[in-house]
């Protein structure tokens, strides 16, 4: 099976975001990147399926030279090769799909799997502009049915179940008010959930040998997409701060606040 | 006026979902408002929804019964098409952010996701976990958009009933089939829907008890952590965040929870937040209008009883 994963560079989670003076961008001082924390799960998912069913796994980036950084990171977890699309500058979710699709029509994978959402822009888009661009059916927020938190977590139900003859996937989603099992025809667009699976770590082993491994460099031009963005960003801000609360030194303090102060009770 | 489509969605028994009502209630700030209802048999839903738009465009088919994007997808652009809608939406829910960037690439259109203010035609959105909010303008002809329920308030019935126009949405073979749906059924209200929350943090250790009893007393929905969803300790659907639910009740409760910006960005627009936490340099006490510092088992019982007597 072949499958392409997605590898976007992000923002550290845990990071402090704040809005530049101008009100335009962020401010990147002391700014730590990590690959998307839904993307290395996309690569996890990739990497578990191939281990069944043999096949390449290529780990595709879209931005400046830095991105390497989350692609050689894709790689020393296992992917076999990896596409970096150099782009600087704006970039949309339309942009993004549109150049995955030419890539796709290249490397003809199996499957994509991609993360539900980049943690810095949260659009949730990509995965179905793309699927839809394809005529592929798509699976997003795929998730395991059981828990993560366990020893056990590799050997549980996976959330893609590979088909009989590889010609199909069963995929379980994260909808409101419960799981929902979809059956795709492959090739087909997968996204991932925060439940899907637990990314391994690199091992040093896998850091050395991911030097060696193939980046191939494109760019839009070259693929042929017009990346120009038809989302604009024309201000930023930060959202109005809560209004300092106080600290109650007991239960019946909280509750006659509750009751005659905020009204909720 | 622009003409603005928005997607209607049903409830497991059929019903309408009040999600819809506050998508409407953004579409109406940006012009005349369509809704299309898609079902096996979409009449009974249509009639709930006309009094609330101009025209309902209701699509029965066989194949659009159990909602999948990509045959969906097609009913929903087949309908924006048919009356020049320039705008398309629905709101944020799991369905809505599965289905709409799929409508926006059959229509060519650009799309923001999770809206919270509109203004002319600008659109105001999250980022970052909320921690930046952005102003965005979209340049397509056609645009799309799904709405954060918790930031307009549920549509009142329009002066005068809609019309309803039926229609047969074009057959499609589907690369997907639907395999089935696992319902988590729960008695208490719906997270989203609550005017009261308490949730549980990995402080809990996966004990809910008194969690659960706190929220029964109060006729509340319970609401968790990602910590707490990861664990398996409580269902998926209760996840409270960045990448869960986006709630805004009266009352939040958050017991044993650190106030990770994640967490906080489903929760901080609550009206109220009381905060239970041990550790009194917890961030969620940034956010709290009522904080203590206690452990959570002996805190949450104590809470109820006195809860109980004030009653
Ligand atoms: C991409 C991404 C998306 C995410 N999305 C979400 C999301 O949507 N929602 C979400 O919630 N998180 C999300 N997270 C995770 C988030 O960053 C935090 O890890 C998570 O919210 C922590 O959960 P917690 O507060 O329950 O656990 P912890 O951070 O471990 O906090 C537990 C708290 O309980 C307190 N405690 C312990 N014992 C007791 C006791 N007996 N009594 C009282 N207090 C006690 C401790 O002092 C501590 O503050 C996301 C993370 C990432 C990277
Ligand atoms: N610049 C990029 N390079 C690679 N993948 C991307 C890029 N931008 C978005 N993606 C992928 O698209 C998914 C959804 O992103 P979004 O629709 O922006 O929330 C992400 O999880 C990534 O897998």
Redesign the interface.
């Known amino acids: 099976m072949k499958i392409l994963v997605t590898a976007k560079r992000v ?1 550290d ?1 845990e990071s ?2 704040k ?1 530049d003076a101008a009100g335009k961008g ?1 401010v990147k001082e002391g700014l730590k990147y990590k690959i998307n924390p839904f993307d290395e799960i996309a690569v996890e998912e990739a990497l578990r399926l191939v281990a069944k069913h043999p096949g390449d796994v290529v780990a595709v980036s879209i931005g400046g030279k830095e991105v390497h950084e989350q692609l050689r990171h894709a790689l020393a977890m296992g992917a076999t090769k990896a596409v970096w699309v150099n782009h600087e500058g704006p970039l ?3 942009g993004v ?1 549109g150049l995955l699709k030419k890539i796709v029509e290249k490397e003809k994978p199996d499957l994509v799997i991609l993360g ?2 980049s ?11 793309l ?3 394809l005529g ?6 795929a ?1 395991k049915a ?4 366990s020893e056990n977590e590799k050997n549980k139900v996976p959330g893609v179940i590979v088909g009989d003859g590889a010609k199909t996937i ?1 995929v379980i989603r ?12 492959l090739p ?1 667009v997968v996204t991932t ?3 899907l699976n637990q990314p391994r770590y690199a091992s040093l082993p896998g850091i050395m040998k991911a030097k060696s491994k193939p980046l191939e460099e494109l760019n839009p031009a070259g693929l042929g997409v017009d990346v120009a963005p ?10 109005p701060a ?1 209004k300092a ?4 030194a ?3 303090t ?2 006659t ?3 005659t102060e ?1 009204k ?2 | 006026m622009p003409t603005v489509l928005v997607v209607v969605e049903a409830q497991p028994d059929g019903k309408l979902k009040k999600a819809t009502l506050n998508a409407i209630t953004a579409a109406r700030a940006l012009g005349d408002v369509h809704a299309v209802v898609l079902a096996k048999d979409a009449t009974a839903l249509a009639a709930e929804v006309k009094d609330y738009v101009k025209v309902v465009h209701a699509g029965s088919a066989a194949h659009v019964e159990h909602y999948l994007a990509e045959t969906w997808a097609p009913a929903v652009a087949e309908v924006a098409k048919a009356i020049s809608a320039e705008w398309v939406g629905a709101a944020a829910t799991q369905q809505g952010r599965d289905l709409m960037p799929r409508v926006a690439a059959k229509l060519n259109a650009a799309m923001a996701s999770d809206i919270m203010a509109v203004n002319g035609t600008t659109l105001t959105r999250p980022m970052w976990a909320g921690a930046v909010i952005a102003e965005v303008t979209l340049s397509t002809p056609v645009k799309a958009f799904t709405v954060r329920t918790t930031e307009f308030a549920l549509a009142e019935k329009a002066g005068g009933a809609g019309e309803v126009k039926a229609f047969a949405p074009a057959p499609v073979t589907s690369p997907t089939k639907f395999v089935e749906f696992k319902e988590v059924k729960s008695a208490r209200p719906e997270l989203t829907e609550a005017r009261i929350v308490v949730s549980g943090g990995r402080g809990t250790k996966g004990d809910f008890k008194e969690v659960e009893a706190l929220a029964d007393e109060l006729g509340a929905a319970v609401g968790a952590s990602r910590a707490v969803c990861d664990a398996g300790w409580q269902p998926n659907d209760l996840q409270v965040g960045q990448t869960g639910k986006v709630v805004a009740p009266s009352l939040y409760v958050a017991a044993g929870i650190s106030g990770a910006i994640q967490h906080l960005a489903g929760m901080k627009g609550s009206k109220t937040i009381v905060a239970i936490n041990k550790d009194g340099e917890a961030p969620i006490f940034q956010v709290a209008d009522y904080g203590l510092v206690a452990d959570l088992f002996k805190a949450l019982p104590e809470l109820r009883a006195a809860i109980k007597a004030a009653k």
């Open positions: 923002e989670p402090k975001i809005v962020i949309d979710q339309m799909a539900k959402q943690i810095d822009d949260d659009q949730n888009q990509v995965g179905q502009y699927a839809e661009w592929w059916g798509q699976a997003t927020f998730s059981d828990s993560l938190d069963d994260e909808v409101d008010g419960g799981l929902n099992r979809l059956q795709l025809t087909a959930d925060l439940r038809k989302i604009t960003v024309t201000k930023l801000s930060m959202p809560r609360g106080i600290k109650v007991d239960v019946p909280l509750v606040k509750l009751k905020a909720v009770i």
